[in-house]
Each structure stands twice: as C-alpha cells, then as structure tokens.
C-alpha cells in the first residue's frame, strides 16, 4: 500500500471512530413520570408527573424505562414524587413496530399488586414515560407474555 492509501485509511478510520464515539456520547433529556401527592393531593389515581434525566446513547424507550424502574432520586422523593412500581422489576422485551410500543416485563410487576388506584399508577406511569417519544403512539403491557389478566385491581 502506497503512502497516500495508508494516509486515506488512516483518516477514514479515525472518522468512523469519531462518530462511533459521537453516537455512544450523545445525551438527551428524557421525562419520567411519577405519582407526586404535592401537585395530586386529592390522589386522581392516573395523574403523573415529569422529572427529567439526562441519558446517554441509542435506545431511549428503554433507557428511560429502565430510570423508571429506578425509581425516583432522593431528592425527588424529599419533592414527594413516589412510584407505585414494585422494586425488582425488569423488562424481558421492548419492541416499537408501527407506533406500538409493546413492553414485556417480569413476575415482579404484578407480584402483589392490588386496588385500582396503584394498577392505574403503575400504567400511567409506564404509558406516560414510553409515550414522549414521537414513534410511540399505544403501548402494550405484557407481564411474561401475558397481556390479559395483568394489572388487575
């Protein structure tokens, strides 16, 4: 290979490497939606209410179910945002086909869930968080595969 070839090889791979890094860097902003008795008192049952987080990298649906997962941070919680999500809780699977954001998760999210006011939280709060995205228009919950008998007051 010839001098100026190696030269060309050498730049072309810095710049793949650059927008690789460029990619996996990038931060967005995305809302997390919680239960927060400050801004409900009255407990509606279905209203929720943004944080915002700052995440990195490709697959932000996820990403920020994941940080709903996680619950609110400390100081949100001294802000009074809570979550009626269980600890434990994990996605199994996450599609996005046609504007259907379908969301499997673990045993854990219906593990002793009851009362029609924390099944409406625990759904907000999931729907509210995927349905920001511009390519998400519905969102279906599935707990191992299960889509019927989930979340049932």
């Known amino acids: 290979m010839n001098k100026n070839k190696a030269v060309v090889v050498i730049v072309f791979i810095s710049v793949v490497a650059g927008c690789i890094f460029c990619l996996c860097s990038r931060t967005s902003n995305v809302n997390i939606y919680f239960s927060n008795s400050s801004f409900d008192p009255e407990v509606s049952c279905e209203k929720v209410f943004p944080v915002v987080r700052t995440v990195s990298g490709h697959g932000l649906a996820r ?25 434990g809780v994990k996605i199994q699977k996450l599609t996005i086909e046609e504007g259907i954001a379908t969301i499997d998760f673990n045993s854990q999210l219906g593990y002793q869930v009851g ?13 509210d968080t995927l349905m920001q995205f511009p390519s998400i228009d519905k969102v279906v919950i599935s707990i191992d595969g299960r889509t019927e008998d989930i979340l049932q007051p």
């Open 63 to 87: 990403t920020a179910i994941e940080k709903l997962l996680e619950g609110p941070n400390e100081s949100e919680k001294k802000e009074g945002y809570r979550t009626s999500i269980n600890q």
């Open 115 to 127: 009362g029609s006011c924390r099944v409406s939280f625990i759904r907000k709060q999931i729907e």
